[in-house]
Each structure stands twice: as C-alpha cells, then as structure tokens.
C-alpha cells in the first residue's frame, strides 16, 4: 500500500506538473503575424490547444498505464506462487493477471478517441484553439484518475480471489468480487469518451 501511494503521489505531481508547463507555455506562446497585415497591425497569438491536446493524451495513457502495471505485477506474483504449487490452477489464476490490465486498455483508448477528434493523427492539431485543447485535456482526467487508482485495488481483489483459487480450486466469486471494481473503471471511461465526443471542435 505504502509503495502504491508513492507511485501515485509521483504521479499526480507529474501530472499537476505537466499542466502548469502547459499553462505557461500557452501563456508564453508566440504571436503570428497576420498575412498581408501592415507592420503596425496587431498580431494574433498562435493558438495553444495542441498542447493541451497532447497533455491530454499522455494523462489518459500514462496513469491507467501505471496502475494496470502495478495490479499486473501484483496479481502476477500471487498467481505464480499458487501456479508453483500446483499448475492446474495456473490457467484459472491467469483471469485475476487480466483484470487489472483493463484499466491501462481503457486510457489507451481516450488517448486514441483524443488523437482523432483533437486532429493529432491528420497533423491539424496545430490549429486547435486553446479552450478545445483544455476541453481534451479535462476529458482525460477521469480515466486517468479513477484508471489509476481502481487498477491497484481491483489487483488487491485478484490477489484474494487467487487466495480462492489456491485453497478451493475455483475462483467464480472472487472474479465477480473484482469485476465490482471495474464498474468504476467503466463508468470513468464512458464519462471521458462523451466528454471528448462533446468538445465542438467542428462547430
């Protein structure tokens, strides 16, 4: 437990210290100059949502992504210790590995749904206006956060269900045990995919 709250206070600093970096360097970006203006026209600042696109996109990748590691490597070593006792029980251990994996599957997904809408993929980013840059970078925090998180406990869940595994030979329950876990997981996914899908971009 110790170990977890460090990797995601690391985390959540990183994370806290990626979007003041953003912020400043929106703040900071440079004016461009209008096409045909005279010299003494007012220039327009360069948008900066591709930023905040991006940033976007490595919180929705990166949290999940440390926590479905961390709950992999968790359950892994539980079910490699019941698989060295007895490796029939090895395939039904396998499950409980899987489940806390889901969590860094779902950020990689909003990180995609985020390189579409926001136009990283095409190479239209650039032109991304700054508050539709926020509004994709908002929209990743709730996989990120909740992905993080629910990855650790739901590995916590496997653990114990492989303990079932172990002593009964079938882990039925301790699979419906972890998946109750994932329900927050789901529901932070669909709330981050309606919000990337409401950011007008094309209005």
Known sequence: ??????????????LLTLCVYGAALAEGAPAVPTIGAAPEAPVEKAPTGY?????????AMILPGIGSALG???????????AAEDPEKGGS?????L????????????????AVFSGILNGSVMQLATELGRGFFYASLPIGIVGLVSAYFQSRVCCAGIGIVAKQGNGGMGITYAIMVELYAI????????MVVGVPVNA
């Open 51 to 59: 930023i905040w696109a991006m940033i976007g996109a490595c919180v």
């Open 93 to 97: 251990c396998l499950v409980f590995e």
């Open 187 to 194: 529901l932070a996914l669909i709330v981050s995919i309606l």
């Open 72 to 82: 992999v490597g968790m359950a892994g070593r539980a079910a490699a210790g019941v």
């Open 99 to 114: 489940l806390p994996a889901t969590q860094g599957l779902y950020g990689f997904v909003i990180a995609m749904f985020i």
């Open 1 to 14: 437990m110790k170990k977890f709250r460090s990797i995601a206070v690391i985390a959540l600093i990183a």
